[in-house]
Nanobody, 124 residues
Framework: QVQLVESGGGLVQTGGSLRLSCATS????????LGWFRQAPGKEREFVAA????????NYAGSMKGRFTISRDNAKNTVYLQMNSLKPEDAADYYC?????????????????WGQGTQVTVSS
């Protein structure tokens, strides 16, 4: 079993930055792919970014590429999402997810483990 706890959400102005963190515990963190998803009110949960166990492979949703950066620190069992140039449409609950294996899929059904989410609000 893997436990995931997100933090770092909050209120930010348009154009601002936030860094989300996801602390994990349980099974060997370093062997898992970690991902970030988000869900805005009334919308489906969508893929944001993912990173392989060793950080060698990353995957981003098109609209986030160049603005968001996913990274991980296996010594700290933590994955991060640096979000820059935030827009009002980035406002959502952001969820950390984990899956065993080496690929970095974008489908949420590929991730069996989820955190509780952290809210990001972007003011215009």
């Amino acid at each position: 079993q893997v436990q995931l706890v997100e933090s770092g959400g909050g209120l930010v102005q348009t154009g601002g930055s936030l860094r989300l963190s996801c602390a994990t515990s349980g099974r060997t963190f370093s062997s898992y792919t970690l991902g970030w998803f988000r869900q805005a009110p009334g919308k489906e949960r969508e893929f944001v970014a993912a990173i392989s166990w060793n950080g060698a492979s990353t995957n981003y949703a098109g609209s986030m590429k160049g603005r968001f950066t996913i990274s991980r620190d296996n010594a700290k069992n933590t994955v991060y999402l640096q979000m820059n140039s935030l827009k009002p449409e980035d406002a959502a609950d952001y969820y950390c997810a984990a899956r065993p294996g080496v690929t970095v899929p974008t489908s949420r059904i590929e991730y069996p483990y989820w955190g509780q989410g952290t809210q990001v609000t972007v003011s215009s």
